[in-house]
Nanobody, 121 residues
Framework: QVQLVESGGGLVQPGGSLRLSCTAS????????MGWYRQAPGKQRELVAA???????NYAESVKGRFTISRDIVKNTLSLQMNSLKPEDTAVYYC???????????????WGQGTQVTVSS
């Protein structure tokens, strides 16, 4: 089995910062793409930032210049540094990873349980 566990959410004032972390554990053979998604009440889940093959990163336009995604390949961790937070960043943030397990197969996408980020004064 594979688990993704997020941490680091919370309540922050507008203009503040938070750092989210995600750790992948279990019977992992390899991890391909990893990313952060978010879902606000009444809205669809959307991509926030992702790391893709070759070390490239991809960001939603709404977070460019404010958020930074980083990955530790050795530790199987993914982080999201969020600066200059705005009320519209309020959402549940989910970690996602495409993982192949030691049991074989081409792999599948796994999701964490989500962590709440609330930006409010």
């Amino acid at each position: 089995q594979v688990q993704l566990v997020e941490s680091g959410g919370g309540l922050v004032q507008p203009g503040g910062s938070l750092r989210l972390s995600c750790t992948a554990s279990g019977s992992i053979f390899s991890i391909n793409n990893m990313g952060w998604y978010r879902q606000a009440p009444g809205k669809q889940r959307e991509l926030v930032a992702a790391t893709i093959s070759g070390g490239r990163t991809n960001y939603a336009e709404s977070v460019k210049g404010r958020f930074t995604i980083s990955r530790d390949i050795v530790k199987n961790t993914l982080s999201l540094q969020m600066n200059s937070l705005k009320p519209e960043d309020t959402a549940v943030y989910y970690c996602s990873a495409y993982i192949a397990t030691r049991s074989g197969g081409s792999g599948q996408t796994y999701w964490g349980q989500g962590t709440q980020v609330t930006v409010s004064s």
